[in-house]
T-cell receptor, first 113, second 113 residues
Framework: AQSVSQHNHHVILSEAASLELGCNYS??????LFWYVQYPGQHLQLLLK??????LVKGIKGFEAEFIKSKFSFNLRKPSVQWSDTAEYFC???????????FGTGTRLKVLA | DTEVTQTPKHLVMGMTNKKSLKCEQH?????MYWYKQKAKKPPELMFV???????INESVPSRFSPECPNSSLLNLHLHALQPEDSALYLC????????????FGSGTQLSVL
């Protein structure tokens, strides 16, 4: 069955700490990969995406993610988090050629000032 | 204009009521989506319209009835809902060109009494 797993449900970090959020998916076909973020009181918005090419993609606000095909992973990283990064982060898999997305269960990140 | 607008923001209805949720976008997107999100859970796909035709129905109960009157509007008609249908209902849109980056609305928080 197709699924997306995010291993960290809640993460608490101090400002300037490094962040890595894990995302793994199970699907043998071609996929596009996304990270979406939901800041408190706001709607879901795109953080970054991978379609093809360089497996290391950079997004907004200093975030980056690396697609490792052999591990079916698309982990999100940021070298130094800020208080304003407090939000919920969703990994999502889009099945190429369809309109179908599956979202991971989300990771709530809290950054302490 | 990069917004997806959903109305109403909040809705309380009884199990015998009929109500409708509305979604509008003016980005020229030709794919529009309804997602359901329960608290602390990821968004779950319900319906997708592509070029005003129903493309995906994820086995949603018939008490939910989608409608796409034109390329900018998407409705979700609700009838005889159950308390377990209480959730945040999210509308999203995408270009329908293969670059399926989703743009989300803020959602309608629905409570069924």
């Amino acid at each position: 069955a197709q699924s997306v797993s995010q291993h960290n449900h809640h993460v608490i970090l101090s400002e300037a700490a490094s962040l890595e959020l894990g995302c793994n998916y199970s699907y043998g076909g071609t996929v596009n990969l996304f990270w979406y973020v939901q800041y408190p009181g706001q709607h879901l918005q795109l953080l970054l995406k991978y379609f093809s090419g360089d497996p290391l993609v950079k997004g907004i606000k200093g975030f980056e993610a690396e697609f490792i095909k052999s591990k079916f992973s698309f982990n999100l990283r940021k070298p130094s988090v800020q208080w304003s990064d407090t939000a919920e982060y969703f990994c999502a898999v889009h099945f190429s050629g369809t309109y179908k997305y599956i979202f991971g269960t989300g990771t709530r990140l809290k950054v302490l000032a | 204009d990069t917004e997806v607008t959903q109305t109403p923001k909040h809705l309380v209805m009884g199990m015998t009521n009929k109500k409708s949720l509305k979604c509008e976008q003016h980005m020229g997107h030709r794919a529009m989506y309804w997602y359901k999100q329960k608290a602390k859970k990821p968004p779950e796909l319900m319906f997708v319209y592509s070029y005003e035709k129903l493309s995906i129905n994820e086995s949603v109960p018939s008490r939910f009835s989608p409608e796409c009157p034109n390329s900018s509007l998407l409705n979700l008609h609700l009838h005889a809902l159950q308390p377990e249908d209480s959730a945040l209902y999210l509308c999203a849109s995408s270009q329908a060109t293969g670059d399926e980056k989703l743009f989300f609305g803020s959602g309608t928080q629905l409570s069924v009494l």
